[in-house]
T-cell receptor
Framework: EAGVTQFPSHSVIEKGQTVTLRCDPI?????LYWYRRVMGKEIKFLLH????????ESGMPNNRFLAERTGGTYSTLKVQPAELEDSGVYFC?????????????FGNGTRLTVT | TQLLEQSPQFLSIQEGENLTVYCNSS?????LQWYRQEPGEGPVLLVT?????EVKKLKRLTFQFGDARKDSSLHITAAQPGDTGLYLC?????????????FGKGTKLSVKP
C-alpha cells in the first residue's frame, strides 16, 4: 500500500506570506494527525482528525494555523501569515483505528523555512 | 517543560558494542512507542509497549516498559552500522487525548564499522 505522502517536501517563504501544506493519508485511514518539529525541540502534536472532523486541536499554536480535511480524505495545513518561529518540519501521520495502541504511519514531512 | 526526557542525546559507538537508550517521565503513560527515523524521512514505528514491566524483543533490540509505566528503555545488542539513525520514544499520557503523542527529543545513534 502507498504510504502517507506530503507535499511539498520543502518550502521556503518570506515572513508574512502564506503557505499550504498537503497530506494524503494511507487509503482507508480515518485518523489523520499533524505534528511539527521545531529545530532543537521535540516533535509536537498539532491536531487530530477523525474523518473530516477535528477530534483534538489542542496543539495548534495560534489562529494563524488552519487545518482542513474536506471529505475526510486528504488534509491541508495553512499558515497565514507565516512568522519566523513557524520554521520547522511538519509531519503528517495516519492510523486505521483509534485507541491508545494504534500505530501511526508518518509521512516524510514538509520542511518549512520562513525567512 | 519536557514530559519525556530521552538520554543520551547523542551516542557514537563501534560495531559490536551494546547500548541502552533511556526514556523517563514523571507522568504515567497508557502506552509507549519507540520509533526510528532516517534523515529526510518520517519516524517509523518499531514497537509499542502497554503493560508495566513488559519486555519486547525485535531481533537484537530489546524494549522494556517500566513497572510504573513512567519510563522505558531500548537496548541494542551487538550494534551494526545499519542501526545508525535517530531513535525516538513517544507515549500517550494516561487519560490524555488519543491523538496527542508525546515525543522525546530523540537519541542520535552512530555505529562505526
Amino acid at each position: 500500500e502507498a504510504g502517507v505522502t506530503q507535499f511539498p517536501s520543502h518550502s521556503v517563504i518570506e515572513k508574512g506570506q502564506t503557505v499550504t501544506l498537503r497530506c494524503d493519508p494511507i487509503s482507508g485511514h480515518d485518523n489523520l494527525y499533524w505534528y511539527r518539529r521545531v529545530m532543537g525541540k521535540e516533535i509536537k502534536f498539532l491536531l487530530h482528525f477523525v474523518k473530516e472532523s477535528k477530534q483534538d486541536e489542542s496543539g495548534m499554536p495560534n489562529n494563524r494555523f488552519l487545518a482542513e480535511r474536506t471529505g475526510g480524505t486528504y488534509s491541508t495545513l495553512k499558515v497565514q501569515p507565516a512568522e519566523l518561529e513557524d520554521s520547522g518540519v511538519y509531519f503528517c501521520a495516519s492510523s486505521q483505528v483509534r485507541g491508545y495502541n494504534s500505530p501511526l504511519h508518518f509521512g516524510n514531512g514538509t520542511r518549512l523555512t520562513v525567512t | 517543560t519536557q514530559l519525556l526526557e530521552q538520554s543520551p542525546q547523542f551516542l557514537s559507538i563501534q560495531e559490536g558494542e551494546n547500548l541502552t537508550v533511556y526514556c523517563n517521565s514523571s507522568s504515567v503513560f497508557s502506552s509507549l512507542q519507540w520509533y526510528r527515523q532516517e534523515p529526510g524521512e518520517g519516524p517509523v514505528l518499531l514497537v509499542t509497549v502497554v503493560t508495566g514491566g513488559e519486555v519486547k524483543k525485535l531481533k537484537r533490540l530489546t524494549f522494556q516498559f517500566g513497572d510504573a509505566r513512567k519510563d522505558s528503555s531500548l537496548h541494542i545488542t551487538a550494534a551494526q552500522p545499519g542501526d545508525t539513525g535517530l531513535y525516538l520514544c513517544a507515549g500517550r499520557i494516561r487519560g490524555g487525548s488519543q491523538g496527542n503523542l508525546i515525543f522525546g527529543k530523540g537519541t542520535k545513534l552512530s555505529v562505526k564499522p
